[in-house]
């Protein structure tokens, strides 16, 4: 049986914009505010010694189990999940959101001159036992910012609520010579790979 929608377990204005690129039909399906917002945003906290590969497939996974059960929990039809999540690395080390300006600072001094991963996991549902993955790995490399770079772009608030402190989408994009992988995926959703899983999941679009 096929599907003329889906939910979207996420809170991403971006990911919404990319589904609508693919001409898929979504509702948001999302944390309401509360104890349940409390355990969604727990669910992306990093475990000692975890990979960055590892830990955006765990976390992905358990939002999608956590979307089953807020369907289920409030009734509402059945259609196809989908979640996603992104985060940056710098070798083994996991840049998650920054929580201030001290760690947002941090963070883009670190990317600064240099080459980062940007790995995004998305995941898909479809009834109560059948679900789908992949995986997208991409590079991105940054020239140098300087402080007054850095300062300006913390100060327009666009680091927070993203990974690793920066949208490809934003201004410093004039600061990114090179990009290697799926540019959709380094926005917060890979085009490709969501495409593949929506077709198992026998999503019209």
Same mark, same amino acid.
């Given at each position: 049986?096929?599907?003329?929608?889906?939910?979207?377990?996420?809170?991403?204005?971006?990911?919404?914009?990319?589904?609508?690129?693919?001409?898929?039909?979504?509702?948001?399906?999302?944390?309401?505010?509360?104890?349940?917002?409390?355990?969604?945003?727990?669910?992306?906290?990093?475990?000692?010694?975890?990979?960055?590969?590892?830990?955006?497939?765990?976390?992905?996974?358990?939002?999608? %189990?956590?979307?089953? #059960?807020?369907?289920? /929990?409030? +009734?509402?039809?059945?259609?196809?999940?989908?979640? $996603?999540?992104? =985060? &940056?690395?710098?070798?083994?080390?996991?840049?998650?959101?920054?929580?201030?300006?001290?760690?947002?600072?941090?963070?883009?001094?670190?990317?600064?001159?240099?080459?980062? %991963?940007?790995?995004? #996991?998305?995941?898909? /549902?479809? +009834?109560?036992?059948?679900?789908?993955?992949?995986? $997208?790995?991409? =590079? &991105?490399?940054?020239?140098?910012?300087?402080?007054?770079?850095?300062?300006?772009?913390?100060?327009?608030?666009?680091?927070?609520?993203?990974?690793?402190?920066?949208?490809?989408?934003?201004?410093? #994009?004039?600061?990114?010579?090179?990009?290697?992988?799926?540019?959709?995926?380094?926005?917060?959703?890979?085009?490709?790979?969501?495409?593949?899983?929506?077709?198992?999941?026998?999503?019209?679009?």
């Amino acid at each position: 049986m096929t599907a003329d929608f889906i939910y979207l377990a996420s809170q991403s204005p971006r990911r919404r914009q990319l589904l609508d690129q693919l001409g898929v039909r979504h509702e948001l399906l999302v944390p309401q505010a509360g104890a349940e917002a409390d355990a969604a945003e727990a669910l992306e906290a990093v475990q000692p010694g975890e990979l960055p590969a590892d830990y955006v497939q765990r976390v992905t996974a358990l939002k999608l %189990r956590a979307a089953r #059960a807020r369907v289920k /929990a409030r +009734g509402l039809p059945a259609a196809p999940i989908l979640c $996603s999540d992104t =985060t &940056v690395a710098i070798g083994r080390r996991i840049l998650g959101k920054p929580a201030d300006d001290g760690e947002a600072r941090a963070m883009l001094r670190a990317l600064s001159g240099r080459s980062h %991963r940007v790995l995004t #996991a998305v995941a898909v /549902a479809a +009834g109560p036992r059948r679900s789908w993955s992949a995986l $997208s790995v991409s =590079t &991105v490399r940054f020239a140098p910012l300087d402080d007054a770079l850095i300062d300006a772009y913390i100060a327009s608030g666009q680091p927070f609520g993203k990974a690793g402190g920066y949208a490809i989408q934003s201004q410093l #994009a004039g600061w990114i010579p090179e990009v290697r992988g799926s540019y959709s995926a380094i926005m917060g959703l890979p085009l490709f790979e969501t495409a593949q899983l929506l077709r198992q999941a026998r999503v019209r679009f």
